[in-house]
Structure formats: structure tokens, C-alpha cells
């Protein structure tokens, strides 16, 4: 699926940013190194994905220094300075432990809610649609078969009416 990802995000000439596992990472290395090679950027969601918040500061502090170390093992590239905490679960130690190690704790505006069951390409597109501000941070996963032709659509679709997509490095400094 993440090639087929990359494949719309060229055709619409977008880059995005990439919230990386480090587990996944490690099983997928051809994968990472070819989201870089394709110029987008890396932000960092965890090693194991887990709740953030049951987490110790030291506990959290290392899951986001393997995946970097993993991500950058992989590309050169730093997961930093975006962090998305899993299940969007983040608490006061979950951030101020990730900001006093160079990350900056991001939380998106709109998704695609791509991960329910009975999601369809319909249903993700229009859930996109309906979070479609402009500065809007959306969240969608490449797991599901439904959801590459859902984000072309949606592109697609806000392209015409004027909309860009750029990856967090722009909007947070452009």
C-alpha cells in the first residue's frame, strides 16, 4: 500500500509527512528509504505504538530514540521535530519529555477515520472533506485497500478548488 501511496501522492505532486514505527520500520526498510527518496519527511510515532500515557518519561524517551535511530539508520534523515503520540494519547510528562528530547508533539485537525472496520472509499473521502480548513493536519493510514483511491479522490477533488498539500516543515514555517 505504500507504494501505491507514493504513486498518488507523485501524481498529485505532493509531499507529505510520514509518522513512522519503528517496528514497522525495521520490517519495511526498502519502504522508509524509498518515502525519502521520494523527498517526503519523517515524523516520529512511537517504536511500538503504544499509550503514551502509561508510559514512564524514560519509557517514552525510548521509543522515540529507536525509531530515530532506526529512521535515520535507514535514510539519514531525522524523525525530528514532529512526534504523534499514538491513539492521539499524550498527556503533560508525554510532551515535555518529547520537547526536552527535540520533538514537537503534533495532533491532527481532521482524518479519514481509514481504520474503522467498515471504512470505504466513500466514507474516508468524505471525512476528509468535511476537515478540509486550510493549515488542516489530516490523518490517514496506507493499511487498507480503500483508502489509496480515497486520498487520490480527495486530492484530486481539493486541488481543484485551489487547495495545496505540503508536508508539517512547510506549514509550521512557510
Known amino acids: 500500500m505504500v507504494g501505491q501511496l507514493l504513486n498518488v501522492l507523485d501524481r498529485h505532486n505532493v509531499k507529505a509527512t510520514f509518522f513512522i514505527?519503528?517496528?514497522?520500520?525495521?520490517?519495511?526498510?526498502?519502504?522508509?528509504?524509498?518515502?525519502a527518496q521520494r523527498g517526503h519527511e519523517f515524523g516520529n510515532h512511537t517504536y511500538s505504538h503504544p499509550n503514551l500515557r502509561d508510559l514512564t518519561a524514560e519509557a517514552v524517551q525510548q521509543e522515540l530514540e529507536?525509531?530515530?535511530?532506526?529512521?535515520?539508520?535507514?535514510t539519514g534523515?531525522?524523525?525530528?521535530?514532529?512526534?504523534?503520540?499514538?491513539y492521539g494519547a499524550y498527556d503533560e510528562t508525554?510532551?515535555?519529555?518529547?520537547?526536552?528530547?527535540?520533538?514537537?508533539?503534533?495532533?491532527?485537525?481532521g482524518t479519514g477515520?481509514?481504520?474503522?472496520?467498515d471504512a470505504t472509499e466513500s466514507s474516508i473521502c468524505n471525512n476528509l472533506m468535511r476537515s478540509a480548513i486550510p493549515g488542516a493536519i489530516l490523518l490517514v493510514h496506507p493499511s487498507k485497500a480503500v483508502t489509496i483511491p480515497a486520498i487520490d479522490r480527495y486530492m484530486t477533488?481539493?486541488?481543484?478548488?485551489?487547495?495545496?498539500?505540503?508536508?508539517l516543515a512547510v506549514l509550521f514555517n512557510g
Open 21 to 35: 514505527v519503528g517496528s514497522w520500520a525495521e520490517a519495511n526498510g526498502r519502504w522508509v528509504a524509498e518515502i
Open 66 to 74: 529507536r525509531t530515530e535511530a532506526i529512521v535515520q539508520q535507514l
Open 77 to 86: 534523515q531525522s524523525t525530528k521535530p514532529w512526534m504523534r503520540p499514538p
Open 94 to 109: 508525554t510532551v515535555q519529555t518529547a520537547y526536552g528530547a527535540g520533538w514537537s508533539t503534533i495532533i491532527w485537525t
Open 113 to 117: 477515520i481509514d481504520t474503522a472496520p
Open 157 to 167: 477533488e481539493m486541488i481543484a478548488r485551489g487547495y495545496t498539500f505540503v508536508p
